[in-house]
C-alpha cells in the first residue's frame, strides 16, 4: 500500500541500505511447537477435567492442531490468533458441546494460562550472536508479535536478548493484528526508519503478507515454523532455513 507511507519516510528511497530487521517471534526466533503444542494438549486436558465432556478433539479442530502428527495449520488458530483470540475461542467450543455459556466461561476462566515464557522459549539459533552481528553493522532490531507483552518481554529476558532489541510490537498494544502492516510501521517509527529500508523476518503467510502491505523492503521468510516451503515461497521474497542464515 505504497499511497499509505509517510511523506518522511518516502525521502529516504535513495538510501541503499537495510537499517531495520522486524523479527516474528515464535517460529522464527524460537520453537513454536514446543510452545503452543504441549499448551493445546494441557489446555484440553484441563477443560475435560473440569466439564467431564470429551472436549479435546473439537478444542484441536478448532484450533487447528493434529496432537498425533503435531500438525499445526498455517492458517489455523493456533498458528495466527493472539493470545486473546484464542482465549476467546475456547469457551465456544465449550458451548458446542453442549454447555451453557455462562458455564463455559466459567469453566476456561478457571483452567485458563500461558505458556511460561522463560520454560517453554527454546531458541531456533544463537540469538544473542545473531543480534550482535546485526547491530556491529548498523542495524536496528525489533519484535513483532502476536504475544502479549508480559509474555513477551519475559521470553526476551529469558533468551538473553532483551537488551539487544530495539523495539517491541506486541499482541495486546492495540494496534491491527497481522497481516495488517501497523506492526511494521510502529517498529519502523519508533526506529525512525522508512519501510523501505526495513526487513521482516517470519515463518507465516501473515508475516510475509504483513511486510508487503507495509511496504518493507525485503520479506525473509523462515522454514523453521508451520509453513511449508511451497507454501512460504508465494509470499516471501526470499527464503532462508532459519534465521542463522540471515547474515
Sequence with gaps: MP???????????????????????????????????????EIARRLEAQVGLSIAGRLFVALGFDPRSGYIDPLGKLAVLPVSGLRALTPEVLVEAGLLREAAEATVARVWFTPDAAASAHPLADLPALFGALRERGVKIAIATMDGRASTEGGLEALGIQTLVDAVVCGDDGLPHKPAPDMVWAACQAMSVSPLHTVVVGDSITDMQMGRSAGAGLNVGVLSGVTSEELLALYADVLIADVSELI
Design 3 to 41: 499511497g499509505l507511507i509517510p511523506e518522511s519516510w518516502r525521502a529516504e528511497i535513495g538510501q541503499p541500505r537495510f537499517s531495520l530487521v522486524v523479527f516474528d517471534k515464535g517460529g522464527t526466533l524460537i520453537d513454536f511447537r514446543a510452545m503452543w503444542c504441549e499448551w493445546a494438549i
